[in-house]
């Protein structure tokens, strides 16, 4: 049985994409369904900065083709400032913010940690231990939220699925065994990150499917992906899809609008949607 790749981009929301990826003169509410209808999965990023309110979450739903995927990208609240730490509430207010109003369209939640933070064995199983692991687990663990969250919580679950977890990491001491047993007991994936040499690209497999984020080949955050960079890629997801494993895979290089161009070209080439 093959996997399935999705392929998108980082965030949608980009001043230099308006006359370019989106045509002149397209609505800046009409960019999330003009994306969706080139990609099949988006990665939101807007939680990373603050908590995004459930009505913006129903939005997003409502606006993208039934057989969409969003991934979501983990507060940094938690991981920058708590650092991992004392998680307990930050997380429930997460998972309350509107997070599971997504519904079907859900998939994988990525935490991204910063360079400086350095791997520690008891803290990254402490915090991997307390993710859900189910959409029912995660309305849960919402319930517990604090005071911030009355009047402007979702914590209803209209079927119990599974919930997946996904870690970008970018210090080089989580290159070691011991992080990588850690992640696999958990069945966190361990993100594969191009970063154009600035952090360590790692590819380790730690759970039965992979994350791949794409920051750029040459420069960070700035550069394209020739065609036959975009070859090497589809070779190397050909063969995770023939292995049964499913694929997400996210363009963050979106500085010079390269994004949706590149992640619809190796769309193309590993025919994760017929554009």
């Not at 099949?40 to 990023?45: A, G, Q, V």
């Amino acid at each position: 049985m093959t996997g399935t790749a999705r392929v998108g981009i980082s965030g949608w929301r980009y001043p230099p994409w308006r006359g370019d990826f989106y045509p002149r003169g397209l609505l800046q509410r009409d960019e999330l369904r003009y994306a969706s209808e080139h990609l099949d999965s988006i990665e939101i990023n807007g939680s990373f900065y603050s908590l995004q309110r459930p009505s913006s979450w129903e939005r997003w739903r409502e606006e993208t083709p039934d057989d969409f995927v969003f991934s979501v990208k983990g507060p940094r609240f938690i991981t920058h400032l708590l650092a991992l730490r004392n998680a307990g509430t930050a997380l429930a207010n997460f998972f309350a913010s509107g997070v599971l109003a997504l519904g079907p369209k859900l998939g994988p939640v990525i935490w991204q940690l910063p360079e400086r933070q350095q791997f520690d064995a008891e803290r990254l199983d402490a915090f991997l231990a307390s993710l859900p692991r189910t959409t029912s687990e995660a309305a849960a663990l919402a319930a517990a939220h604090d005071e911030r969250m009355e009047g402007r919580m979702f914590t209803a679950v209209d079927e119990d699925r599974r919930l997946r977890h996904a870690l970008e990491v970018r210090s080089p001491s989580f290159d070691t065994h011991a992080a990588f047993d850690i992640l696999r007991a958990h069945g966190v994936a361990l993100v594969l990150a191009d970063t154009a040499g600035r952090w360590p690209m790692l590819r380790e497999r730690t759970a039965g499917f992979d994350y791949l984020r794409l920051h750029g080949a040459d420069e960070l955050y700035v550069s394209g992906y020739t065609p036959e960079a975009l070859d090497r890629w589809a070779a190397e997801i050909g063969d995770s899809l023939a292995d049964g494993r499913d694929v997400f895979v996210y363009f963050d290089n979106d500085t010079k609008v390269r994004a949706p161009y590149d992640a619809m070209a190796l769309s193309q080439r590993i025919g994760a949607r017929a554009l």
